[in-house]
């Protein structure tokens, strides 16, 4: 199947709204149908309830996560259920409502601003925008997440993290969108690193 984010075009209340397309994760046949399984007949709608969700990964147990770009205080990693609400705009980040489900990772949003998502041998890879970092995280047996921030302010904003099949994390700067006060010479990059070098321990 093909799944897309969609933001909520800053409408925030057209998250809440299931006939709307905003705010959503969608799932769709490759040619664009609704899949009989979808949670609701006859509507490319699998989750609500999001902000701005941006990446999207799944595990080796074959579950769906993504990242939220959260507003004034949270961003957030959740793993996305056929059918869940997330929360938004009556909660950003854990609310403990049991309406919504509550990320599994928030972060403050200026050390995070999330964007790609990836995951490879148990841990997530996830490219921060605001926060010009990439973060580890490894959900442990017991759910709860251990996270390590790498490259904090050394290459500037992180739009695309790829863990590749040479051993390497490749990820790509977004500077040059009018966002970053200023743009390194040759910006924006493409840069790789051999993931075995980076302390995720």
């Known amino acids: 199947m093909l799944y897309a984010t969609t933001g909520e075009a800053q409408s925030p209340n057209l998250s809440q709204d299931p006939a709307s397309l905003a705010g959503k994760i969608l799932r769709m046949t490759p040619v664009g149908g609704v899949p009989s399984d979808n949670p609701s007949r ?13 990446g999207l990964a799944w ?4 579950r769906l996560w993504s990242t939220d770009f959260g507003d004034d205080v949270w961003d957030e990693l959740n793993r996305i259920e056929a059918g869940g609400n997330y929360g938004w705009p009556t909660v950003e980040g854990k609310g403990g409502k049991p309406s ?12 995070m601003g999330p964007s790609g998502l990836a995951y490879k041998d148990g841990k997530f890879f996830v490219a921060g925008l605001t926060g010009e970092r990439v973060w580890t995280v490894d959900v442990d047996d017991d759910g709860q997440p251990v996270l390590k921030a790498h490259f904090i302010g050394q290459h500037g904003r992180i739009r695309d993290v790829v863990p590749a099949s040479d051993g390497n994390l ?28 980076l302390d995720l321990e």
């Open 100 to 111: 919504y489900i509550d990320p599994v990772v928030q972060w403050r949003t200026q050390e």
């Open 170 to 197: 490749w990820f790509m700067t977004n500077n040059t969108d009018g966002r970053r006060k200023s743009p390194g010479p040759g910006d924006d990059r493409i840069l790789s690193v051999p993931i075995d070098t």
């Open 42 to 54: 006859a509507s490319l709608v699998y989750s609500l309830g999001h902000r701005n969700p941006q």
């Open 59 to 62: 595990d080796e147990r074959g």
